[in-house]
């Protein structure tokens, strides 16, 4: 709710107008018609709905917390006066019945737990006391009860399922800084070992100049890849005795083209040469994973799609991968929930755009997707290299 209110400004702005004038004229509709025979305690009822109903607007500056711990003092206290003193006359607390409604689906599904497990209870309380203002309360108290229920359960449901789906996001934050520690860890164990063989050839063996000079050169080549694939490895975990697979490079993400343009839209793949050159293997690896997901993407989310573009180029800093298709543009957005840091999908949507932004992020780069400006989709990664200008 909070991202969609950034995207759409105007819109969050109409909607809470439009909240404060139902809320609003429901408890003006209640004060005419209830009006014919107007009281203290009546007057108190109306008071009470007008500041309740203006807590459960939302404003930028202040908390749902602050909003909702008001609204309930001021029901409560008004509750506990006109039952304990003089019952109003006759009572709906439409408007108040539902803005503490809302403010209990809020707190219940967005709140800290603590805050929650204090706030919750008093909003249902208040919205169960309030009808009890009547003289007769009859079928409203029913009614409110039975309400608070559902709203506290249904709201419950909501923050196990958005709970349960951090829950899993981080698993598959987890098991993509797993692989990522599993290549990056076959890619450092080989250039070691031919750092180690090397040495021990160059110690062993009686080399003129040349032939020295060029040993050390590899030497030193080698021992400089794996200082620079070991320096993506920091903070990423790995589990020992782990199977490993073989890094996939370029050559795989030209067979992976090929394959899906036999089955799907065709693909038009661009390389540079000289990026082909230098691409070191674990980032060639992370862009055979972006590929592979992306296109998949494609197939699940695009089948409108005529075409796919898949481009990888020198840019400062590094390289830059683009996967565009012009397909539709359904909800597949992964939209970063901090600048630089994760991929958040949508309800309901998978996590592979997720993990992508891990491991993106792990090396020191980022992943964004969303359309693109000339219409479709449009997902783009800069991946660092070390030794760029």
């Not at 590929?291 to 573009?309: P, Q, S």
Request: aromatic share 4%; glycine share 8%; charged share 20%.
């Amino acid at each position: 709710m909070a991202g969609w209110a950034r995207s759409h400004p105007r819109r969050a702005v109409a909607a809470k107008a439009a909240l404060a004038a139902v809320l609003l004229f429901l408890v003006g509709v209640e004060t005419v018609v209830l009006a014919r025979q107007p009281t203290h305690p009546h007057a108190i009822v109306v008071a009470t709905a007008v500041v309740v109903c203006l807590c459960a607007v939302p404003y930028a500056r202040i908390p749902l917390t602050v909003r909702s711990r008001a609204a309930a003092v001021v029901s409560l206290t008004s509750s506990t006066v006109l039952i304990a003193g003089q019952h109003a006359l006759k009572v709906w607390g439409l408007g108040e019945g539902i803005a503490l409604l809302v403010l209990l689906t809020a707190v219940v599904h967005r709140a800290p737990a603590r805050t929650a497990a204090f706030l919750g209870p008093m909003l249902g309380l208040s919205c169960v006391l309030a009808p009890m203002r009547d003289v007769r309360p009859g079928l409203f108290a029913v009614v409110y009860g039975v309400l608070t229920v559902v709203v506290a359960a249904y709201s419950m449901i909501l923050r196990w399922q958005d709970a349960q789906r951090l829950r899993d996001l981080a698993a598959v934050r987890a098991a993509e800084r797993l692989e990522l520690a599993r290549e990056l860890h076959d890619l450092v164990a080989h250039h070691v070992t031919g750092i180690v063989v090397q040495a021990r050839a160059a110690r062993f063996t009686a080399l003129d100049g040349a032939r020295a000079d060029a040993t050390f050169e590899r030497i030193e080549a080698s021992g400089g890849e794996a200082l620079g694939a070991m320096r993506r490895l920091v903070r990423v975990l790995r589990e020992n005795g782990a199977q490993t697979q073989p890094l996939a490079g370029l050559a795989e993400v030209r067979a992976l083209t090929d394959a899906f343009a036999r089955t799907g839209p065709p693909v038009v793949l661009s390389v540079d040469s000289a990026t082909a050159d230098t691409l070191p293997a674990d980032l060639a690896a992370a862009v055979y994973r972006i590929v592979r997901e992306a296109l998949t993407n494609i197939r699940k989310h695009a089948a409108d799609a005529t075409a796919v573009r898949v481009g990888l180029r020198a840019v400062p800093g590094g390289v830059e991968l683009r996967v565009a298709d012009d397909g539709g543009a359904p909800a597949r957005l992964c939209e970063p929930a901090a600048a630089g840091a994760t991929c958040r999908p949508e309800a309901g949507g998978g996590f592979g755009l997720a993990g992508l932004t891990e491991r993106a992020v792990a090396l020191g780069g980022r992943l964004t997707a969303g359309p693109a400006a000339e219409g479709g989709w449009e997902l783009t990664a800069v991946l660092p290299l070390d030794d760029a200008p």
